[in-house]
C-alpha cells in the first residue's frame, strides 16, 4: 500500500549491537532510531536503625555499643549518659555578619528565651571528630533529646563508613529514669528544658498543688471551709 502505510522490524546492525538499539523502518525505507528507555540509576540509602530505651541499655551493658550524645553543650552540661562521648551535631553561631547577627537577635528574643537554646549553626567538623575518637568498625549508639539530631548523625555516620550505627526512639526525652546511670543537675527527660517553660513549668506545679490542696481541704471539711468562705468580704 502507498501513502501513509508503513511496517516496522527490529533491526540490529553490528555496529549497534552493544546497545541493542532497535530501529524504526518505514515503508520508504527511511530508518529511524528508536530508543529503548535508558535505565535509571537509584542510590539507596541506608535506613537508620532505631531501638527503644530498653534495647538501648542492653547494647551498651551487654553488647559493648558506646554512647555519642550529639547535643549542644548546654543539654549535654545539664544531664548526659555517663562515660558518653560528646560531638555535637550543631555548634553555636558566633559569627558576626549582619545576616547572622540579625537572625541570632531573633532567635534570642524568642526560641532562646522560652527554651533556652542557644543559636547554633551545623558542625563541620562533626564526621571527622567522631572519626579522630571511633575506628569505623565501632559499635556506637548515638543520641539527643528528642530524636532528630540523632538520625541526621546517624545518616551521616553510616555515610562516611560506618557500619554498625543505632539511634533511640524519640531521644532522651523518652528514657525513663534509673534506665542508665546519668550525670548532671537534672534527669536525661529535662535536660531539654530551660528558658521560661521551665519557669512556667514551676508555677503550674505549684499552682496545681494549691488547687489539689484546697479542693482535698472542701471535700473533707466541708463545714470548715463554709466559714473561711464567710469570711471572704464581696465584691
Known amino acids: 500500500m502507498a501513502g501513509t502505510s508503513f511496517y516496522s522490524s527490529y533491526l540490529f546492525s553490528p555496529s549497534n549491537l552493544g546497545t541493542s538499539s532497535p530501529v524504526l523502518k518505514t515503508h520508504n525505507a527511511r530508518a529511524a532510531p528508536w530508543k529503548l528507555p535508558q535505565r535509571r540509576r537509584c542510590r539507596i540509602k541506608a535506613e537508620v536503625d532505631y531501638v527503644n530505651a530498653e534495647q538501648a541499655k542492653d547494647l551498651v551493658a551487654v553488647e559493648g555499643y558506646k554512647v555519642l550524645d550529639v547535643r549542644d553543650r548546654t543539654q549535654f552540661e545539664r544531664a548526659h549518659i555517663k562515660s558518653s562521648y560528646h560531638v555535637p551535631l550543631f555548634i553555636e553561631n558566633k559569627d558576626n555578619d549582619p545576616g547572622t547577627i540579625l537572625k541570632r537577635t531573633l532567635h534570642n528574643n524568642f526560641s532562646g528565651l522560652f527554651y533556652g537554646l542557644p543559636f547554633t549553626k551545623p558542625n563541620p567538623d562533626f564526621v571527622q571528630s567522631v572519626k579522630s575518637q571511633f575506628p569505623p568498625e565501632s559499635k556506637i549508639l ?71 490542696g484546697a479542693y482535698l481541704f472542701i471535700t473533707f471539711f466541708p463545714d470548715q471551709a463554709e466559714k473561711l468562705f464567710q469570711l471572704v468580704p464581696a465584691s
Open 142 to 212: 548515638v543520641v539527643c533529646q528528642e530524636g532528630l539530631r540523632s538520625t541526621a548523625a546517624a545518616s551521616k555516620l553510616e555515610q562516611a563508613g560506618f557500619s554498625d550505627v543505632k539511634s533511640i526512639t524519640s531521644g532522651l526525652q523518652k528514657v525513663k529514669p534509673g534506665t542508665f546511670e546519668s550525670v548532671g543537675s537534672t534527669e536525661l527527660q529535662n535536660a531539654g528544658k530551660a528558658g521560661l517553660v521551665t519557669i512556667q513549668g514551676k508555677i503550674s506545679a505549684v499552682l496545681g498543688t494549691v488547687l489539689i
